[in-house]
């Protein structure tokens, strides 16, 4: 059975800092893993997603990669600001079906 | 383009009573989830369609959940009668089709149960 956990569950850090938000799967037999951003009170948005053909992704300031054989994702985020405050979660795709399983996510706090 | 519409956005009930959740997916998607987050976890899937057939609904408490995805577009997730562990907040998610795509989720639906 899929597991997917994240480390840590809550994070603050000042304005200015990269930082660096871990994911890990306990099964290495997956199609795809995404990060998700959700903000209080509302859905979640996709930032990125990685093939499990491929290594990382980056869109814009952020940065994702994967590593399957260990199980682990990493999620890289270069100079904070205040507007990336959100909870981050991640999620493997492990069968056929597409059916997403999350972590339980890491809430990041950046202060200006 | 538009994406995932929920609604309601909040809805207050007591136990017993019964709830209805209605999702109108993007455009075009034909794959379907409706996901439960518990307060401080993440999303767990309920039930996935495709189309309007049923791809999984493993963890949907059968005996007090229900959905249905008349004509493969819109969505409506039941509860009856409801529970107090059932207060979460309940998301509705499309993709174009479910192998390596992108979900897209709508706001979500916050339930409390009192």
């Known amino acids: 059975k899929q597991e997917v956990t994240q480390i840590p569950a809550a994070l603050s850090v000042p304005e200015g800092e990269n930082l660096v938000l871990n994911c890990s799967f306990t099964?290495?037999?997956?199609?795809?893993l995404q990060w998700f951003r959700q903000d209080p009170g509302k859905g979640l948005t996709s930032l990125l997603l990685?093939?499990?053909?491929?290594r990382e992704q980056t869109s814009g300031r952020l940065n994702a990669s994967l590593d399957k054989s260990s199980g682990r994702s990493t999620l890289y985020i270069a100079a904070s600001q205040p507007g990336d405050s959100a909870t981050y979660l991640c999620?493997?795709?492990?069968?056929?079906?597409?059916?997403?399983?999350f972590g339980q996510g890491t809430t990041l706090q950046v202060k200006p | 383009e538009a994406g995932v519409a929920q609604s309601p956005r909040y809805k207050i009930i007591e136990k017993r009573q019964s709830v209805a959740f209605w999702c109108n997916p993007i455009?075009?998607?034909?794959?379907l989830y409706w996901y439960q987050q518990i307060l401080g976890q993440g999303p767990k899937l309920l039930i996935q369609?495709?189309?309007?057939?049923?791809?999984?609904d493993s963890q949907l408490p059968k005996d007090r959940f229900s959905a249905e995805r008349l004509k493969g577009v819109d969505s409506t997730l039941k509860i009856q009668p409801a529970k107090l562990e059932d207060s979460a907040v309940y998301l509705c998610?499309?993709?174009?089709?479910?192998?390596?795509?992108?979900?897209?989720f709508g706001d979500g639906t916050r339930l409390s149960i009192l």
């Open positions: 999620a493997v795709v492990s069968g056929n079906t597409g059916k997403l399983i």
């Open positions: 998610a499309s993709s174009l089709g479910f192998e390596g795509r992108p979900q897209h």
């Open positions: 455009s075009g998607h034909a794959t």
């Open positions: 990685i093939q499990s053909s491929q």
């Open positions: 099964d290495s037999a997956i199609y795809n």
């Open positions: 369609f495709q189309n309007n057939g049923v791809v999984d």
